[in-house]
């Protein structure tokens, strides 16, 4: 996969303050649940077996920084999982944190995770062999870019059934 690397990146944007501090009192668990259920759709059925061997039942966060709001889940050897918030949130084996900008840009393959890793804008706490192992399982599979304009089509109920239980769209 061939994705952009600038050596001088551009700063990213940023969710206000205030907006933050208001996501930072919702509840975090369906959140959770978005995000596996994006999770399950797009990259589920493309997880090497090694890898979902090592993930088994390993407790994951994505915190985003800006937003400050984390979301937690697990491999179950199927799919994704939620959890109810980690408390505290080290208890999770791997943490990936970074903006909610520099988050959207990796979701469409604008931004590579090493750049935003050495500038500092994408960290991982942890476990961070198993953090590396997820991130170059990723760059191996061939994924569609995050495109918003085709959610609609694909984040359909019908379409979004069809994905989970078979079955035309």
């Known amino acids: 996969m061939n994705l952009p690397s600038h050596s001088a990146l551009p700063e990213p944007l940023r969710i206000p303050a205030p907006v933050g501090a208001v996501l930072s009192r919702l509840p ?34 994505v915190h985003v920084r800006d937003a400050r709001v984390g979301f937690d889940f697990a491999w179950t050897g199927r799919r994704f999982a939620p959890h109810a918030p980690l408390v505290p949130p080290a208890t999770a084996d791997v943490t990936l944190s970074a903006t909610a900008h520099d988050f959207l840009l ?24 198993l953090g590396l192992v997820v991130k170059n399982a990723l760059d191996a599979i061939e994924l569609p870019v995050l495109d918003p304009r085709e959610w609609a089509r694909t984040l359909s109920p019908r379409a979004v059934r069809a994905r989970l239980f078979g079955g035309r769209p």
């Open 28 to 61: 975090a668990y369906p959140g959770s649940v978005l995000l596996v259920t994006a999770l399950n759709l797009a990259l589920a059925r493309h997880l090497p077996d090694d890898v979902g061997q090592l993930l088994q039942h390993k407790k994951m966060r």
């Open 106 to 129: 990796l979701a469409q393959r604008r931004q590579d995770p090493d750049t935003l890793f050495f500038s500092r804008r994408l960290s991982m706490e942890g476990d961070t062999e």
